[in-house]
């Protein structure tokens, strides 16, 4: 067992750029991010609200167990400002073999509203994935679903390397009205 309570295939226990930084996904976040999932929840797949006690099952079945696997298929992280917990996500729908993953994010609903703070949040969770996939490891792929309501987001994503890779017409239906899914890539090869 690692000498912290984290993936065990990281060599270290964080990875900061700055006053951020990235730690596996904390047990006294799971609140906080339960909350912003339901308060976010027509940007997600979610479905239905989160309840506490589906959280704490869902972070002690499926996240505690993949800790000490070598190849986990999801990998989450609680995303950091100067030690406070602002967002979360990671790679999740990991294949090992084709060595991609899809990255999520979801950021503190306070800070989503605030342009200025979202686009340099998402910057720096995005730099530090990449390092993550890219260096630590050896993925050849990262790519992201987004619903193109999220126009700030998909701006983000293309800043920072993630080349628009194809549309999924009336994917989701948000709210009633339907709305596509974009696709967006970034290879190892592309990787600065």
Not at 76 to 89: E, M, W
Request: with cysteine; aromatic share 14%.
């Amino acid at each position: 067992m690692n000498k912290f309570m984290g993936y065990k295939i990281f060599k270290k226990e964080q990875y900061s750029s700055g006053d951020y930084s990235i730690v596996s996904y904390r047990e006294k976040d799971l609140m906080d991010i339960m909350k912003w999932r339901n308060e976010q929840i027509n940007i997600l797949r979610q479905k239905r609200p989160l309840t506490e006690k589906a959280q704490k099952n869902y972070f002690k079945d499926a996240i505690l167990s993949t800790f000490n696997q070598a190849e986990p298929p999801t990998m989450l992280f609680s995303f950091l400002k100067k030690r406070r917990c602002i967002g979360y996500g990671g790679f999740v729908y990991i294949d090992w073999e084709a060595g991609r993953a899809e990255v999520s994010f979801l950021l503190d609903t306070g800070r989503a509203k605030d342009a200025k703070k979202y686009s340099r949040d998402f910057e720096v969770f995005l730099t530090i994935m990449k390092q993550i996939a890219f260096i630590e490891l050896k993925l050849n792929r990262l790519f992201t679903e987004t619903y193109d309501t999220r126009p700030l987001h998909i701006a983000v994503l293309e800043q920072n390397g993630f080349a628009f890779e194809g549309r999924m017409r009336e994917h989701v239906k948000i709210n009633g009205k339907y709305a596509d899914s974009l696709i967006h890539a970034i290879l190892k090869e592309n990787y600065v």
